[in-house]
Nanobody, 126 residues
Framework: QVRLVESGGGLVQAGGSLRLSCAAS????????MGWFRQAPGKEREFVAS????????YYAESVKGRFTISRDNAKNTVYLQMNSLKPGDTAVYYC???????????????????WGQGTQVTVSS
């Protein structure tokens, strides 16, 4: 069992930045690739970014590529999402999720992820 707790969300103006954190506890954090997803009101949950168990490889949705950066610190059992140049369209609840490392973190869909956090709200004002 892995428990995930997100933090760092809030209200920011367009063009601003936020850094989300996701702290993991339970089973060995480095056994999992990690992903960030988001869900806006009335929309389906969508993939944002993912990172391999080692942190050596990352993958991004086209909509955030060049603006968001995913990283992890296995010593701190934490994964981060640095979000720059935020847009009103980035407004959503952001979730982190853990994916068993034997699964392919690049092609994995949300239904493949094994554990989820409770989410943190990000609101970008225009």
């Amino acid at each position: 069992q892995v428990r995930l707790v997100e933090s760092g969300g809030g209200l920011v103006q367009a063009g601003g930045s936020l850094r989300l954190s996701c702290a993991a506890s339970g089973r060995t954090f480095s056994s999992y690739a990690m992903g960030w997803f988001r869900q806006a009101p009335g929309k389906e949950r969508e993939f944002v970014a993912s990172i391999s168990w080692s942190g050596d490889s990352t993958y991004y949705a086209e909509s955030v590529k060049g603006r968001f950066t995913i990283s992890r610190d296995n010593a701190k059992n934490t994964v981060y999402l640095q979000m720059n140049s935020l847009k009103p369209g980035d407004t959503a609840v952001y979730y982190c999720a853990a994916l068993d490392s034997y699964k392919n973190f690049i092609v994995a869909g949300s239904y493949d992820y094994d554990y989820w956090g409770q989410g943190t709200q990000v609101t970008v004002s225009s």
